[in-house]
């Protein structure tokens, strides 16, 4: 492995955190306006059990969704579900186990869902990780590929249905993908997306938020085409002090704490777009968006390719094994 194929990527990754960082220090984090009840709808939030996952999930059930946390934590989510009606909030939370990095698991958790009959309105893909070292899922994949994005791609997927019978015009069924700033250091390489030719945790990590993005564009234009009662938007919270960053160096993660205390998002902080997207009657029908601090913004010029996006399509629906819809 040539050492410009590791700093490459990791040069363009931190300088993604330099100007989020900067923009942070002079740029208030979004205040969520006052949004409409959400009785009798219903909300699936993966990586619900902690960070901007559980501030995601716990400020949907304050609104009266019944939220369903999928997470592979179970005391995690024991705990979260408790946490929350503690607060004696209007809606209900519940846990139900799913591992995101095995497409077996995925599929089980959707079984398991269908066969309760409920509707579904939100879907937040929010279980991630980031920069761990080189490693794989359960079915062979790069892990930031897999977990990031495969597993949301799947799931989103087959859920696509439920979501469409569940939505009305008016009422639009949604679908929030968590992307990242990395994304705009990110390279989707068709040939080798499972980064075995020369491996970087930071381009892994990078492209994997990239494939969210162009994923959301690419299912909107077929939602709109189809003329369907769902939207799906990006979403990008900012530089957020979760546990998603105990993957740095130590050298980094040193240098990381006392920054983070000062200048980075709280995870309810982080979480306030991606509940905006969900809940928010300003967002009613709108889809497509690229959303940060609040407002929709550019993402990267890549991930406005459609050949891109149609070629990731498709290769995705391969490696999950869907046909291609």
Not at 55 to 68: D, K, N, P
């Amino acid at each position: 492995m040539s050492p410009q194929s590791v700093l490459v990527p990791l040069f363009k990754l931190y300088l993604c955190g330099i100007k989020v960082l900067l923009y942070q220090i002079f740029n208030r984090s979004f205040t969520l306006p006052v949004l409409p009840k959400q009785n009798g709808r219903v909300a699936i939030v993966t990586g619900g059990t902690r960070g901007i996952g559980f501030e995601t999930a716990r400020h949907l059930a304050s609104l009266g969704m019944h939220v369903i946390i999928a997470g592979n934590e179970r005391e995690e989510g024991a705990a979260a579900v408790r946490k929350i009606h503690e607060e004696g909030t209007e809606g209900t939370a519940e846990f139900v186990f799913v591992d995101m990095t095995s497409l077996k698991s995925v599929r089980h958790f959707v079984r398991l869902f269908r066969d309760r009959g409920l509707p579904l309105h939100v879907l937040v893909n929010n279980a991630g990780t980031m920069m761990v070292p080189e490693r794989q899922t359960e079915d062979g994949f790069e892990y930031h590929l897999g977990l990031n994005y495969l597993s949301h791609f799947l799931l989103t997927n087959l859920l696509l249905d439920l979501l469409k019978r569940s939505g009305k015009p008016g009422c639009c069924s949604r679908i929030i993908n968590m992307s990242s700033a990395t994304h705009y250091a990110g390279v989707v390489d068709m040939e080798d997306l499972n980064r075995r030719i020369q491996y970087s945790s930071h381009g892994a990590y990078s492209q994997s938020k990239l494939a969210l993005v162009l994923f959301t564009y690419y299912l909107q234009e077929q939602l709109t085409a189809s003329s369907c009662s769902v939207t799906v938007n990006a979403v990008d919270p900012g530089m957020v002090d979760t546990a998603l960053y105990d993957n740095l160096w130590t050298l980094v993660q040193l240098l990381k704490k006392p920054v983070a205390k000062i200048l980075f998002r709280t995870p309810a902080e982080g979480a306030s777009t991606a509940v905006y997207a969900a809940a928010a009657s300003e967002m009613e029908g709108v889809g497509g968006c690229y959303l940060y601090n609040g407002q929709k913004t550019q993402s990267a010029g890549v991930s406005y390719d459609s050949e891109l996006q149609a070629k990731l399509w498709k290769k995705s629906c391969q490696l999950v094994g869907l046909q291609e819809a």
